[in-house]
Antibody, heavy 120, light 108 residues
Framework: EVQLVQSGAEVKKPGESLKISCKGSGYSFTNYWIGWVRQMPGKGLEWMGIIYPGDSDTKYSPSFQGQVTISADRSISTAYLQWSTLKASDTAMYYC?????????????WGRGTLVTVSS | EIVLTQSPGTLSLSPGERATLSCRASQSVSSTYLAWYQQEPGQAPRLLIYGASSRATGIPDRFSGSGSGTDFSLTISRLEPEDFAVYYCHHYGSSPGTFGQGTKVEIK
């Protein structure tokens, strides 16, 4: 089965670091881009960035550039989203999502999301 | 960066009625790069339409997309109970991609 499996919910304090994951299975991980989408509580979807695991080419939304790091480990078919210093405003659901093969970046496969709660 | 504005914010309709949702882009975009998603409460989004008018795999034909330039729409011909959800448009023609703010379709 083709799927994206995301890591479990996290509760962190402001100032802490965090790395969440998204494991692809059932397809050739290196041949498809993987994107990250934020959804703050009760709000809409925000495009954060996207990575091509084949060569680690990564693109960020200006809103998230410098705030998060997107990476991938081809050997274990896993993409990551990480923060070095969390803020309360990072509290949100984070989805990874995969476009079809090629350069049309609509998302036809989604993970179930990772809920990140940042609170003192 | 292209800004997508969806209207209305909330659409109150009854099952069986027709729903028309609008998505307006801040500048002209190719219809090749416009998608629509449905999101039910507590669920990840689901792709409905890509390329402005192509239905994704498994999407019922009561869902249709149209438009060009700066104006796009999603139509649900006859609302089923499971269609009451939030809908987002998405431009993916360049980096960064952008989403509209969403339209909630609620039961009247």
């Amino acid at each position: 089965e083709v799927q994206l499996v995301q890591s479990g919910a996290e509760v962190k304090k402001p100032g802490e670091s965090l790395k969440i994951s998204c494991k692809g299975s059932g397809y050739s991980f290196t041949n498809y881009w993987i994107g990250w989408v934020r959804q703050m509580p009760g709000k809409g979807l925000e495009w954060m960035g996207i990575i091509y695991p084949g060569d680690s080419d990564t693109k960020y939304s200006p809103s998230f550039q410098g705030q998060v790091t997107i990476s991938a480990d081809r050997s274990i078919s896993t993409a990551y989203l990480q923060w070095s210093t969390l803020k309360a405003s990072d509290t949100a659901m984070y989805y990874c999502a995969r476009p079809p093969r090629g350069n049309y970046w609509y998302f036809d496969l989604w993970g179930r999301g990772t809920l990140v709660t940042v609170s003192s | 960066e292209i800004v997508l504005t969806q209207s209305p914010g909330t659409l109150s309709l009854s099952p069986g009625e027709r729903a028309t949702l609008s998505c307006r882009a801040s500048q002209s975009v190719s219809s090749t790069y416009l998608a629509w998603y449905q999101q039910e409460p507590g669920q990840a989004p689901r792709l409905l339409i890509y390329g402005a008018s192509s239905r994704a795999t498994g999407i019922p034909d009561r869902f249709s997309g149209s438009g060009s330039g700066t104006d796009f729409s999603l139509t649900i011909s006859r609302l089923e109970p499971e269609d009451f959800a939030v809908y987002y448009c998405h431009h993916y023609g360049s980096s960064p991609g952008t989403f509209g703010q969403g339209t909630k379709v609620e039961i009247k």
